[in-house]
């Protein structure tokens, strides 16, 4: 199973957060970024109780706000159209 989550931040603490979030097991891809949300996060797990345990582990992170995303399977997949260097 997949969820993503959107972190906000208090300002001055994305790198704090993102180094505490980043010793989590189960936090399979994790970036700083710009806009509304200052943290993205890529959960995997086996099943939805070790979903909502990791996501209960990342809510006792310092962000200020967060927000889960669990994946809808059979709508969506990978797609290759990534930019090659």
Same mark, same amino acid.
């Given at each position: ?11 001055? $603490?994305?790198? &704090?957060?993102?180094?505490?979030? #980043?010793? %989590?097991?189960? @936090?399979?891809?994790? +970036? ?14 086996? $099943?939805?109780? &070790?979903?909502?345990?990791?996501? #209960?582990? %990342?809510?006792? @992170?310092?962000?200020? +706000? ?20």
């Amino acid at each position: 199973m997949i969820s993503y989550m959107l972190l906000n931040c208090n300002p001055g $603490t994305e790198s &704090e957060v993102i180094s505490e979030i #980043s010793s %989590i097991s189960g @936090v399979a891809e994790m +970036n700083g970024i710009l806009g509304k949300y200052d943290v993205f996060v890529k959960i995997s797990a086996y $099943t939805p109780d &070790e979903i909502e345990l990791i996501v #209960s582990q %990342i809510r006792r @992170v310092r962000a200020e +706000n967060c927000y889960t995303f669990p994946v809808v399977y059979g709508q969506g997949g990978t797609v290759d159209n990534e930019i090659q260097n």
